[in-house]
């Protein structure tokens, strides 16, 4: 069976890594030669929207999928003229733009932070009276780990924040006084059946995801309601694979602050946290197979590396680290991996966790 | 960091499958340009001993590895003169003569069924009766799943067995009349820790490995004597990397029946059972990395896909089954996956391997 990916990056690479042993062959489409899935298959390099490249694609795969949601809805949507493309282009075009994307799920009962279109300094003011200071201000498309955004904390800000972003339709949100980021990942397949992996708490460090846990959590009354609203919604846009929904909660409720219609940085710790990993599940999905069991294994702490790998070796002297180095170049601000820990209970986890940081801060690693 | 294996099958991929995670590169020696670790690296298409081949392979890789027992040794001895090759070609050299193999292991203090050297029919007829009947004469050399074996029960079967094995050096072995074949996996580091997995109880089918199982057993006070000497023998041999050694329990008493200097069929389940699997610790171990916990994480059954896949579909829809398809060509007698299932009990673990066995019946798939 082969299966094509639109994007070569870790995300596709831990797709490939997951769907080797199923007996699946790996087709990529990217511009960068060097993009971190080549070596597990064949490699097209080309813009995301190379109509010939997707045509190639399309015809030597069974089943097209993406690793990422800035690649062009319009080209997957031709592409799906051509093949079977998992996920649906239409949870991918909902997804690159704010707007539609909050319209879509305030629309769908979900309870999500107050927002306001802004496309001038106008609006921005008015905006600003609307939802309130603190605030975000984002551009409405093309955003991911932290880029384009500006927060405002004073009326002063408004402009200059303005005048550097407002190229770009934006779009105002409040700021939350959250107790923590959760995120709810869950896979359907053609058939219906919908699997949620418990959900996962996760702490960002410069808009950038910096660590995800999770473990055999029961879901709470809230999170129950929750799950009902994601099940809807994929039901509704007869979604196929794996999707991540970010929260904030504030105590009183999950306020939706995202979704990603494809496997998610939240979930990496179900490579070895849970019986069926994230990536396993996206294939099985797409592919048709039926979906594995979601459950957690253990107490799972993930921790992504960015812009600088530690040292390899003092971490995995730690018991239950899981290396996964993507073969990235360093540069500042890029994933270039992450590392799992895996416990059979909490305190376990937290000992191995402080370790870890020790370890990190006594090599100058910045924590 | 480049690793190079000489052999390209279903363990060199399943290495590169552990590996790749790590920030490793794969690169292997195999004369079928098919092999089913070449998707995961770059192949040298050659022979085990091609000269130019392991000389290339030594100059591109950190450190060298096979991943079956009947690579020439000669091959290998010439190799670590041009690089680091791990575990010792000594190691190999052992394994590779049944009679070397049972002189060392005995003279290492390990308990053994009879065995005696057989050249001639004349030296048959003597061992027959020294070792008694039934017993089995195999080839000393090239022997693997059962091939290269009759076994004598009658002194009839003496001059017809030693017809259609004897143009090569024998040995004829007691028939040994076991409660359960066990293995005992290990890994030791170029520091000389040693690490065990728990026991693995072997289920074999016409000398091939049907069904291994394990999970977290406690080592009796036999099993702990066994492992003192397996360690001896290790630090002796200044190995590094796995190492699988097949015992027949008696009930009395573990006879040591072979040890294969890699990773072995009857550790796959370590993949998902274990902590750290086999695969991942003898990648640590030669190349110098701390060794990983070797603990297992719930019971485990491996069962083996030999000659044809059953219905993969059918089985993923099993809770806790894992699926590694080796992506070969289907042929009587090859090893072509397996599939490990995990549970966090016994009695949920016999009740899914019930499942499993009723289903491939079901299918018609020989069980």
């Known amino acids: 069976m082969n ?17 080797l042993p199923l007996g ?31 045509g190639a694609l399309a015809e030597r795969c069974d089943v097209c999928t993406f690793d990422f949601e800035n690649v062009p809805a319009q080209a997957m949507e031709k592409l799906s003229a051509l093949g079977t493309v998992r996920p649906t282009p239409r949870a991918l075009l909902i997804s690159q733009d704010r707007l539609e994307e909050k319209n879509f799920f305030s629309g769908a009962g979900f309870s999500l932070p107050a ?22 201000l984002k551009t409405r498309r093309l955003g991911y780990d932290g880029k384009g ?18 190229s770009m339709p934006l779009i105002l949100e409040a700021f939350v006084a959250f107790r923590r980021e959760v995120s709810l990942l869950a896979v359907r397949d053609a058939e219906g059946h919908v699997r949620f992996w418990p959900w996962a708490e996760n702490v960002h460090q410069q808009g950038i995801l ?17 799950r009902g609203l994601v099940r809807q919604v ?29 496997v998610h940085n ?29 459950r957690a294994v253990g107490y799972s702490l993930m921790r992504n590396w960015v812009g600088e790998l530690p040292d390899r070796d003092a971490c995995l002297a730690l018991p239950g680290l899981h290396w996964h180095d993507y073969d990235k170049t360093a540069r500042p601000g890029r994933k270039l991996g992450h590392a ?19 370890q990190l801060r006594g090599k100058g690693f910045q924590v």
């Open 115 to 136: 927002y306001q279109a802004v496309d001038s300094l106008e609006d921005l003011r008015r905006a600003a009276e609307q939802v309130g200071l603190p605030a975000v």
């Open 149 to 166: 955004q500006r927060v405002l904390r004073d009326v002063s800000d408004l402009e200059p924040a303005f005048e550097a972003l407002g």
């Open 340 to 358: 799992t820990l895996v416990a059979e209970d909490l305190e376990t986890l937290a000992a191995t966790a402080f370790q870890l940081e020790q």
């Open 24 to 54: 699946m062959r790996f087709h990529f489409v990217d511009p960068n030669p060097a993009c971190c899935a080549a070596p597990l298959g064949s490699l097209t390099v080309a813009d995301y929207d190379d109509e010939q490249a997707l």
């Open 210 to 226: 910096f660590t995800s846990r999770s473990g055999p959590f029961t879901a709470s009354r809230r999170e129950v309601h929750v």
């Open 266 to 294: 939240s979930g990496h710790w179900t490579i070895e946290g849970a019986v069926t990993s994230q990536f396993e599940n996206h294939l099985r999905a797409i592919t048709g197979l039926p979906l594995g069991d979601t």
């Open 3 to 19: 299966i094509g990916i639109v994007g070569g990056g870790q995300l596709a690479r831990m797709l490939a890594l997951a769907g």
């Open 234 to 262: 994929l039901d509704g846009l007869e979604y196929v694979g794996v999707a991540a929904f970010e929260f904030f909660d504030t105590g009183e409720q999950w306020l939706l602050n995202e979704m990603a219609p494809r």
